[in-house]
Structure formats: C-alpha cells, structure tokens
C-alpha cells in the first residue's frame, strides 16, 4: 500500500446538518462521544496501510484543520502524513472549489506529486470500517482503470446516492446521480451475484455508489483535464464509462451516510445498542483521535442504561437511557435522558479556552445540564449550558424550523454550539 495515495474530501457547506455545521466543517463535527467524523476515513487509511493522506478543505475548516494537527503525527523515522489542502488563489484561478471533482482537479499537482501507483478518493462524511487493502487489490487484478466501491441501498436512501449500473462481469455500464424518480432507479437492481449470499440485501435492493474510488493516477488526470465537471456523478463517470475500464467493487459490511441530522443522531443511537451494527470495539481496527489526558469519567448514584460514556464526564443521581454522553459532560440531579446526543464540552467551567469563552455570567447557568431536566430525542452540541428544571420532550416528525435557542429537524431537538437555555424552559 505503499504506493497509494489517498484524497477525503472535506465536503462542502454542508447544509443537510444544520446547525451542527453553523461554526465547523462537516468532518469536524463530533461523532460517539469523543470521535470526529473526520477520523473514521482516516482511521480506515491508517488500519489499511495507507499513510499519504491529503484532507482537502474549504468552508469553516479552522477547528477540522486543529483537529488534524493534534491527532495525526507520524514520526520522523516514517514517510507518512496528513496533509491539509485547503482552496487556494493561484495565477490559474482565484475561485473557491466548486465541487468533489473541481477540488481534486485543483489540487492535482500536490496529490500526484508523489508518483503514486493508484489514489484513493474518499469522503468525510460516512461511516464504516474498509480494508482498502482488498478494495486496491481488486482494482489491479481486474485491470480496471476506475473502480467504484458500490453497496446495496433501499430506494429512500437510493434517491439520495449516485446510482451504478453493471453487468455480469461487474463493469460499470451506466451511472446517475440522486435519481428522483422511480421509474430510473429502477434501472439499478444491486445484483446479488456480485454480493454473494451472505450479503445483507433486501426484498428490494439497489446499486448505490459509497463514495469511494480508486483511480490509476494518469487516468484521474486526464478524465479531470478533458471534462470540466465539478462532480464524479453528473460528468467525469459519464466520460470515464465510455473512455475507460470502470469496475465495481463490492462492499457488503455496515455502511452509512451520516451527513443528515436525522442519519447522524439514528447512527451515534445505533452505537450504544447491544448489538450495534457498528461496533466501536475492534481492538484490530481502532478508530483514532485526539488523546486528552481527562480523568476517568464519574457516575454517582445514577441509572445508565444502553448508553455511552466518553471521559471526563461527571453524572450524579441521574437517570440515561439510549444515549451519548460526550467528553467532560456534566448531568445534575434528578435529571432523565432519553435517545440523547451529548457532543460534549471543549473545557470545563472555570477554565478560559482559546475562544474566550469561560465561566458564565451572572444570570447563565454553570456549562452542562442543570438539576431535575427531561431530555428526550435530542442533540445537544458542544458548550451548551442547560439550566434547571428544562423539559425537552420528544415531538412528532413535521418538517424543519428554527428559533434563537434550538433548531426542529423531523422529530429531532437540535440545541447549537454555545446556545444557553435558561432555567425552567420548556421545548
């Protein structure tokens, strides 16, 4: 694996995960208590082999680019590393990246400067566990010049995903990106021939593309220098499939895209199950971040029920149910969570961070949850202080809208970075 390069995109606006993205960029948003979303495609590198990484960025990458240089250090006696790329003005062009395509088409002379024997192309914004190290053989064995990692989707999610269709002998034959109607997702049955039947594929099962590519180095650049497309789906596949050998690669373990509020809160939830589709606990496969020297996190007195708990936490006399509860938060007494989402705490009261941010005034509450609150079906971002007595109950699925304090995504309570709810405030 020494001679693949890897490319995340760092993503764009990011609208879909208002407000969690109001203040960062996608990948830099909190993930199961103590991760970013950044490290699970970074971590997939690493476990894979592949350690020349470039993480390309744009909007609000500030805290994602801190991230990055704190967790991500190879030692000198090793050639590895991640590397931020960020838009740049050049004597070529002045605009922002336009697209998945257009940001590695203007970053190509810093990406392929390595002479790499294949680049890997990934997103930043989904969760799973890949050995790229089968998904790079596969492409060299059939003598693709393009491989597509594809995974069987139910229809709602397909709409929302670049469809692939192939033949018998898993060639790409035809591509669309975010069909919308029926009639033309109907053309990408996933075959269950190229899965296997062990493959966990419903009654109904299309062919939809993760978002991971693998291209042979001259071949990436020529598809991005005669095709001006500012994305893989809607003009540089189109090209390729007839110009080039485009293949197929099965993925049949856990997948999701968590880059939508409702996606990402059902996915952190799914972790604390049981028997969670996705496990943390892969002592093989570890998912890497930033280490913080935090002491043990304390429960007194509480019920803490199919939830995780990250360090630093403190929880007294307190009741949690199907939840997360993130680095250095605090739940007070007689208060009762249920299907939450704790991103957790950049510092603890009393400290001063970067930010300026430190104790609260006089009429804000201490930073965490206060005394005897109901939180249900919620998100509640990093450094929010929640006073006494708040009810956040859980309501029904009917739209999207927005005040000063929260925001209401299809039956979710998303409370923003910093947001102070007063004491004996009801949601």
Same mark, same amino acid.
């Given at each position: ?11 764009? !606006?990011?609208?879909? @995960? ?55 250090? $190879?030692?000198? $006696? ?18 922002? +990246?336009?697209?998945?395509? %257009? ?12 002479? &790499? ?9 989904? @969760?799973?566990?890949?050995? $790229?190290?089968? *998904? ?46 029926? !009639?033309?997702?109907? +053309? ?11 493959? /966990?594929?419903? %009654?109904? &099962? ?17 598809? @991005? ?11 540089? $596949? ?17 997948? !999701? ?22 496990? @943390? ?13 935090? /002491?043990?996190? !304390? ?43 704790? *991103? ?7 400290? *001063? /961070? ?68 007063? &004491?004996?405030?009801?949601?």
């Amino acid at each position: 694996m020494q001679g693949v390069t890897a490319i995340i995109l760092g993503g764009g !606006r990011g609208t879909r @995960l208002y407000p969690l993205t109001l203040k960062r960029a996608k990948p830099a948003v909190g993930f199961a208590g103590k991760y970013r979303i950044i490290d699970i495609p970074l971590s997939n590198c690493i476990n894979s082999g592949i350690k020349r990484i470039f993480v390309l960025t744009q909007f609000l990458s500030a805290s994602l680019h801190r991230h990055i240089m704190r967790a991500y250090r $190879f030692d000198e $006696f090793s050639d590895g590393f991640v590397d931020i790329l960020a838009a740049e003005q050049t004597t070529q062009g002045s605009d922002w +990246f336009q697209g998945p395509a %257009d940001a590695v088409r203007a970053t190509l002379d810093h990406t392929i400067y390595y002479r &790499s024997e294949q680049v890997l192309i990934l997103s930043g914004d989904q @969760l799973y566990r890949m050995d $790229f190290a089968d *998904l790079i053989r596969s492409h060299e064995n059939t003598g693709a010049d393009i491989t597509i990692c594809v995974c069987p989707v139910e229809r709602a999610e397909a709409r929302r995903m670049g469809l692939v269709g192939v033949d018998g002998s898993g060639c790409v034959r035809r591509f669309v990106e975010k069909p919308r109607e029926d !009639r033309i997702i109907d +053309f990408f049955p996933a075959p269950a021939a190229l899965f296997g039947p062990d493959a /966990p594929m419903g %009654d109904e &099962s299309f062919l939809g593309s993760v978002g991971t590519y693998v291209f042979k180095p001259e071949v990436l650049s020529k598809a @991005l220098s005669e095709n001006s497309a500012n994305d893989f789906g809607t003009g540089i $596949f189109e090209w390729a499939i007839e110009h080039c050998k485009v293949m197929a690669y099965p993925f049949s373990g856990y997948w !999701r895209d968590i880059g939508t509020v409702e996606s990402f809160f059902e996915a952190n939830i799914a972790l604390a199950r049981p028997h969670a589709p996705f496990n @943390l606990y892969a002592p093989r496969w570890p998912i890497y971040t930033h280490c913080r020297p935090l /002491p043990p996190s !304390r429960v007194i007195g509480s019920e803490i029920r199919d939830s995780l708990l990250a360090e630093g936490s403190q929880i007294t006399n307190a009741r949690v149910f199907d939840s997360i509860v993130g680095v250095r938060s605090v739940i007070g007494e007689g208060c009762t969570l249920d299907r939450v989402v704790l *991103l957790g705490e950049d510092f603890y009261d009393g400290e *001063l /961070p970067l930010m300026g941010q430190g104790r609260g005034g006089a009429e804000e509450p201490p930073i965490g949850i206060g005394k005897d609150c109901t939180i249900e079906h919620a998100i509640i971002d990093k450094n929010v202080r929640i006073g006494d007595r708040v009810v956040i109950r859980k309501k029904p699925k009917d739209g999207v809208f927005q005040t000063d304090r929260y925001w209401f995504h299809d039956g979710i309570t998303v409370i923003p970075k910093g947001t102070v709810i007063p &004491s004996g405030t009801e949601i």
